[in-house]
C-alpha cells in the first residue's frame, strides 16, 4: 500500500500564493507520473497540474504562468507552487501519484485532499 499525504492548504487573500506539498510513503517501488487535482464544490475534479518522473510538466490553462509543480524523485514527493491566486483557485486539492510496489502492480493513488480558500 501507498499514502499520500498533502500539507500547505490554508486561507490566502487574491493575489497571495501557497505552496502545497505531498509525500508519498509505503511499499513503494517507484513512481511514475505525479499531479494535482482540485475540486470546487458542485464542480468535477480537474487536473492542475502533473509531473512525470523524468521532470515533464502539464499544467491546465488555468495554472499556466502562475502555478509551478516540482518533484523530489529521492524524496518521493512532489510539490505545488501557487502564486496569484484568484478566488476561482479556491477549491479541496488533491495529490495523486501513479506508483508501482514491490509486487510489481502499478495503481493510481490519491491523497486525502487539502482545502485551498482564497479571499477577494
Known amino acids: 500500500q501507498v499514502q499520500l499525504v498533502e500539507s500547505g492548504g490554508g486561507l490566502v487573500q487574491a493575489g497571495g500564493s501557497l505552496r502545497l506539498s505531498c509525500a508519498a510513503s509505503?511499499?513503494?517501488?517507484?513512481?511514475?507520473?505525479m499531479g494535482w487535482y482540485r475540486q470546487a464544490p458542485g464542480k468535477q475534479r480537474e487536473l492542475v497540474a502533473a509531473?512525470?518522473?523524468?521532470?515533464?510538466?502539464n499544467y491546465a490553462d488555468s495554472a499556466k504562468g502562475r502555478f509551478t509543480i516540482s518533484r523530489d524523485n529521492a524524496k518521493n514527493t512532489v510539490t505545488l507552487q501557487m502564486n496569484s491566486l484568484k478566488p476561482e483557485d479556491a477549491a479541496v486539492y488533491y495529490c495523486?501519484?501513479?506508483?508501482?510496489?514491490?509486487?510489481?502492480?502499478?495503481?493510481?493513488?490519491w491523497g486525502q485532499g487539502t482545502q485551498v480558500t482564497v479571499s477577494s
Open positions: 495523486n501519484a501513479n506508483a508501482r510496489d514491490y509486487q510489481g502492480i502499478s495503481r493510481l493513488y
Open positions: 509531473i512525470t518522473y523524468g521532470g515533464t510538466t
Open positions: 509505503g511499499s513503494i517501488f517507484s513512481i511514475n507520473a
